[in-house]
Each structure stands twice: as structure tokens, then as C-alpha cells.
């Protein structure tokens, strides 16, 4: 079991979804959490991931098949983060867990959410009413990672009974610790914990051996000073805590609450050193804002429309010029778009970089046509969200030019690829193409035949005529 991860005496940061993110994990630790869980994370999508050590960042990333980081970690929280798994399935849980293992420093699964895609699928709630699977997955877990703690966090149930039946399952499986929300599964977090589930918190963690973690105390707990009524009126060794720390991480620390646009500017140095996404940085930071967000400075940020325009309304954006220069290792004075698109660049990757070929002997230059049996393979992709009209889509770009020029319509058929996810095979003019990786452009006369598709003769707008013909994840 991790030595350097104890579930006693802990104040930790709650498993929250897009808020859960490597900048508000270190941002918690930086303000004095002890333990931060990720936000949850399917086990299906972690399993479509690839590991890659990002090395620009310093971080290690697990990259899903169209390019997005599912999860990005760092040393910096390697022994004390939790990372958070959906699942309804023993097997699949442990794979998923093996993928992660080695670096985080440990596994918990979710048992108590209560939104309907988890209780549909048998995971988060659902498996409050089935004790053997709960029974199932964590031992399985347990024995399968003997060296990692696993853990569990769930919500209360209907009675007593039924409660202190579950915990005594869980425990029997032996786990490292558990986390009890305090409200049921159809509660709000409007709606507060009360005296009587409180007080049964607390006879959880009388009646169980392991550290218990109380959770659900957001609409109690203002700042650190609340910590402490609200750990001994559950019982519990430990607190987890959610809705409080995602409008002030600051909640943490024993000196007090913080300003939140120093909260703010401490947030986003996180989120520019790791290259988070600008979409997530956006959300948190709305978040965050929560009440303050029709004061000047909440309006000067909600209105940024982009990294730059974020960090100016924070009065950090020369610090933004200067780490995205030092990690693109550029000297020049690059225009601020051309930054944008540089920081950009950090917080994603091209499909399928990175990921073993589906060619066989695929070792020549990269920019290669290359020929598998009948068909070529060309190294482009297809993102849907470049494209605002489905009458632009390369497909139907593809289509109109064919009519123009009175060729046979193409034909389009797929196969699984050998490492995931599946493989397009476009038939046009008895040839055959198939698409596997990026950035490739010369060969958009060989496929048209000519140069006059109805589209602007730029490398970018070529992309995006063969983009869909990649593969469809």
C-alpha cells in the first residue's frame, strides 16, 4: 500500500466533474488539502486512452483516440492524488486501473452519483442496491493492485439497516478507506445534511475499522474554521470537501480565506503551466467566481473570449507571454494570436499522434503515401467542430466535386483498426484511400484528380476536405 498516502486526519479535495482538473487539484494542495481525487472518469474512456509522458509539460497524459486529454497528472501530485473511476464491471475496472496505477496514488470508485447516465449503466448509485457487485469490483481492485489503496465513496441508503449492511460489505473487501456522502441518492446539493444523517455518518464510522470521510458539509463549511464542527459531529477521521472549495480553494488553508481574484491568478498560473484547456479554464473560473461574477473583475473575466484576454483581466498576461515562449522555446516576439494558437497546441494533441501504426514497416517520412494491399494510406483526420454547416463537411465537399466532374459518388465502408476504434476506407475512381494520421496535404491532388474543388487552395481548408475520412471514434 502508497506509504505516503493517509486516509486519518486528512482534508481532502472532493472527486467534481470538469472542475476536478490538474490546476484546482494543485491549487488545493498548494492551499493545504492533503489528498485530491480526480474528477470521475469511465472506465470505457480511460480504456480508449493512450499513456504518453508529455514532455514539454512535465506531465503525464492519457489521450483519447480524437486528440483530447482525458487526463493529465504531474509529480507534483503523484502521491497524493486519488484518481476517481466509474464502473459497473470488475474486469474493466482493474484494466482501467492498471493503465493509471503508476501514477496516481490511488483508486477510488464511485458509488454515489446520481445522475442518470451513471445509474443507467449500472455504475455510481446503482451499485448501492448491488452488494455483490460492489463486492466484486473492489476485491477484485484490492487484489489486483495489492500495492495501491483502493477506496470507495458512497451515499447514504433509505435505512439504517441498509446503510450499515453496505459498509460492513465494503469493508470486508478491504479497502483502504471509504467516503460517505451524507445525503440520498435523490437529494440535492441544495439541500443540507441533517442531524439524523449526520449522526449516522457517525455510527458508519463507529461500526467500520477503516478511516471514514465525511462528505456533503459544503453548505456548513465557509472556511477552514468549519472544518472542525463538522468532522466531529459526523465522527469521522477525515473531511472531503466539494461545493466550498470549488468557489474557494483558499478553504484549505488554516490562515483563512483568500481574495478570490488572488484565488483567480493563483488558479490560472496552475492552468498555464500545464496547458489546461480554455474551455475548462473558463468554467472554473466562472465557477469560482460564483457571486462575484457581476462585479467589474468578474465581468472583465466572463467577457475574455480568450487565454490572453483571461490572463489581461487577472493583470497576468506577461507572465502567459512568457512561459508559453519558454515552453515553445521561441525567442522571437510572436504575435499574440500566434501564442494563442502555440498554448493552444499545449493542451491537446493531434489524433492518433503518438500511437502505433496501422501499417506494418510504417517507418518512412512521416509526410509518406504509402500503399497497404490495395489501398493508400494518407495521414489526415477529421474534427467535427472545425466545421459550422454539414454542407461544408469534406464529405459533401468530396460528393459535389464528383458530380461536377461526372464521376462515380465514392463509397465508403469500415473495419476495426488493430490497436482501436475504427478505420474509414473511402472507394473513389477504383482506388482506395484510407486515413489514419495528421497533417498530411500533398496528396489532396492525388485523391481530387485535379485542382478545382470549391474550396480555397490552403494546406488548412485541404485538411479539412480529407478530414472525413479519418477514423470515427
Same mark, same amino acid.
Request: proline share 5%.
Given at each position: 500500500?502508497?506509504?505516503?498516502?493517509? +486516509?486519518?486526519?486528512?482534508?481532502?479535495?472532493?472527486?467534481?466533474?470538469?472542475?476536478?482538473?490538474?490546476?484546482?487539484?494543485?491549487?488545493?494542495?498548494?492551499?493545504?488539502?492533503?489528498?485530491? +481525487?480526480?474528477?470521475?472518469?469511465?472506465?470505457?474512456?480511460?480504456?480508449?486512452?493512450?499513456?504518453?509522458?508529455?514532455?514539454?509539460?512535465?506531465?503525464?497524459?492519457?489521450?483519447?483516440?480524437?486528440?483530447?486529454?482525458?487526463?493529465?497528472?504531474?509529480?507534483?501530485?503523484?502521491?497524493?492524488?486519488?484518481?476517481?473511476?466509474?464502473?459497473?464491471?470488475?474486469?474493466?475496472?482493474?484494466? =482501467?486501473?492498471?493503465?493509471?496505477?503508476?501514477?496516481?496514488?490511488?483508486?477510488?470508485?464511485?458509488?454515489?452519483?446520481?445522475?442518470?447516465?451513471?445509474?443507467?449503466?449500472?455504475?455510481?448509485? =446503482?451499485?448501492?442496491?448491488?452488494?455483490? $457487485?460492489?463486492?466484486?469490483?473492489?476485491?477484485?481492485?484490492?487484489?489486483?493492485?495489492?500495492?495501491?489503496?483502493?477506496?470507495?465513496?458512497?451515499?447514504?441508503?433509505?435505512?439504517?439497516?441498509?446503510?450499515?449492511?453496505?459498509?460492513?460489505?465494503?469493508?470486508?473487501?478491504?479497502?483502504?478507506?471509504?467516503?460517505?456522502?451524507?445525503?440520498?441518492?435523490?437529494?440535492?446539493?441544495?439541500?443540507?445534511?441533517?442531524?439524523?444523517?449526520?449522526?449516522?455518518?457517525?455510527?458508519?464510522?463507529?461500526?467500520?475499522?477503516?478511516?471514514?470521510?465525511?462528505?456533503?458539509?459544503?453548505?456548513?463549511?465557509?472556511?477552514?474554521?468549519?472544518?472542525?464542527?463538522?468532522?466531529?459531529?459526523?465522527?469521522?477521521?477525515?473531511?472531503?470537501?466539494?461545493?466550498?472549495?470549488?468557489?474557494?480553494?483558499?478553504?484549505?488553508?488554516?490562515?483563512?480565506?483568500?481574495?478570490?481574484?488572488?484565488?483567480?491568478?493563483?488558479?490560472?498560473?496552475?492552468?498555464?503551466?500545464?496547458?489546461?484547456?480554455?474551455?475548462?479554464?473558463?468554467?472554473?473560473?466562472?465557477?469560482?467566481?460564483?457571486?462575484?461574477?457581476?462585479?467589474?473583475?468578474?465581468?472583465?473575466?466572463?467577457?475574455?473570449?480568450?487565454?490572453?484576454?483571461?490572463?489581461?483581466?487577472?493583470?497576468?498576461?506577461?507572465?502567459?507571454?512568457?512561459?508559453?515562449?519558454?515552453?515553445?522555446?521561441?525567442?522571437?516576439?510572436?504575435?499574440?494570436?500566434?501564442?494563442?494558437?502555440?498554448?493552444?497546441?499545449?493542451?491537446?494533441?493531434?489524433?492518433?499522434?503518438?500511437?502505433?501504426?496501422?501499417?506494418?514497416?510504417?517507418?518512412?517520412?512521416? $509526410?509518406?503515401?504509402?500503399?497497404?494491399?490495395?489501398?493508400?494510406?494518407?495521414?489526415?483526420?477529421?474534427?467535427?467542430?472545425?466545421?459550422?454547416?454539414?454542407?461544408?463537411?469534406?464529405?459533401?465537399?468530396?460528393?459535389? +466535386?464528383?458530380?461536377?466532374?461526372?464521376?462515380?459518388?465514392?463509397?465508403?465502408?469500415?473495419?476495426?483498426?488493430?490497436?482501436?476504434?475504427?478505420?474509414?476506407?473511402?472507394?473513389?475512381?477504383?482506388?482506395? +484511400?484510407?486515413?489514419?494520421?495528421?497533417?498530411?496535404?500533398?496528396?489532396?491532388?492525388?485523391?481530387?484528380?485535379?485542382?478545382?474543388?470549391?474550396?480555397?487552395?490552403?494546406?488548412?481548408?485541404?485538411?479539412?476536405?480529407?478530414?472525413?475520412?479519418?477514423?470515427?471514434?
Amino acid at each position: 500500500m502508497s506509504k505516503s498516502l493517509k +486516509y486519518s486526519n486528512s482534508l481532502v479535495l472532493a472527486p467534481m466533474v470538469r472542475i476536478g482538473t490538474l490546476p484546482s487539484r494543485l491549487l488545493a494542495l498548494h492551499y493545504g488539502a492533503d489528498i485530491v +481525487y480526480s474528477e470521475e472518469l469511465i472506465d470505457h474512456k480511460i480504456l480508449t486512452c493512450r499513456r504518453i509522458e508529455n514532455e514539454k509539460l512535465g506531465t503525464v497524459d492519457f489521450v483519447a483516440p480524437g486528440g483530447r486529454v482525458i487526463f493529465r497528472t504531474c509529480s507534483q501530485e503523484k502521491d497524493r492524488v486519488v484518481f476517481q473511476m466509474g464502473t459497473s464491471d470488475p474486469v474493466r475496472a482493474l484494466q =482501467a486501473a492498471q493503465l493509471v496505477e503508476r501514477d496516481v496514488a490511488g483508486i477510488d470508485i464511485n458509488m454515489g452519483c446520481p445522475k442518470p447516465f451513471s445509474i443507467k449503466g449500472g455504475m455510481g448509485a =446503482a451499485l448501492l442496491r448491488n452488494p455483490d $457487485n460492489v463486492r466484486n469490483i473492489l476485491t477484485t481492485l484490492v487484489k489486483g493492485l495489492p500495492h495501491k489503496p483502493i477506496t470507495c465513496k458512497i451515499r447514504l441508503l433509505p435505512t439504517e439497516e441498509e446503510t450499515l449492511s453496505l459498509v460492513k460489505v465494503i469493508e470486508s473487501t478491504g479497502v483502504a478507506a471509504l467516503g460517505v456522502h451524507g445525503r440520498l441518492q435523490g437529494q440535492r446539493p441544495r439541500e443540507p445534511v441533517t442531524s439524523a444523517q449526520a449522526a449516522l455518518i457517525k455510527k458508519i464510522s463507529a461500526t467500520v475499522s477503516i478511516p471514514v470521510i465525511a462528505n456533503g458539509g459544503s453548505l456548513d463549511i465557509k472556511s477552514y474554521a468549519d472544518v472542525l464542527p463538522f468532522k466531529e459531529t459526523t465522527g469521522c477521521t477525515s473531511v472531503m470537501i466539494a461545493r466550498a472549495a470549488q468557489w474557494n480553494m483558499s478553504v484549505f488553508s488554516p490562515n483563512g480565506l483568500r481574495p478570490t481574484k488572488e484565488v483567480v491568478r493563483e488558479y490560472l498560473r496552475f492552468a498555464i503551466k500545464y496547458g489546461n484547456s480554455i474551455e475548462n479554464i473558463k468554467f472554473c473560473l466562472m465557477t469560482t467566481l460564483h457571486k462575484e461574477q457581476e462585479t467589474e473583475f468578474g465581468q472583465r473575466v466572463k467577457k475574455a473570449k480568450s487565454m490572453f484576454e483571461i490572463c489581461a483581466a487577472c493583470d497576468i498576461e506577461e507572465e502567459f507571454k512568457t512561459h508559453v515562449r519558454s515552453v515553445a522555446k521561441i525567442s522571437d516576439q510572436k504575435t499574440v494570436l500566434e501564442l494563442e494558437e502555440l498554448y493552444r497546441s499545449l493542451t491537446r494533441y493531434d489524433p492518433l499522434e503518438g500511437a502505433e501504426s496501422d501499417v506494418e514497416g510504417e517507418d518512412e517520412q512521416p $509526410n509518406k503515401k504509402q500503399k497497404t494491399s490495395d489501398e493508400v494510406v494518407m495521414d489526415v483526420f477529421f474534427v467535427s467542430r472545425d466545421y459550422k454547416l454539414p454542407s461544408k463537411y469534406p464529405k459533401n465537399l468530396i460528393n459535389n +466535386y464528383c458530380v461536377r466532374n461526372k464521376l462515380s459518388l465514392p463509397e465508403y465502408t469500415t473495419r476495426k483498426a488493430p490497436n482501436g476504434g475504427f478505420l474509414s476506407v473511402l472507394s473513389l475512381e477504383k482506388t482506395k +484511400y484510407t486515413f489514419t494520421k495528421p497533417h498530411v496535404t500533398r496528396f489532396f491532388e492525388t485523391l481530387t484528380k485535379s485542382n478545382t474543388l470549391s474550396v480555397r487552395s490552403t494546406k488548412r481548408k485541404q485538411n479539412k476536405l480529407l478530414h472525413s475520412l479519418a477514423p470515427k471514434h
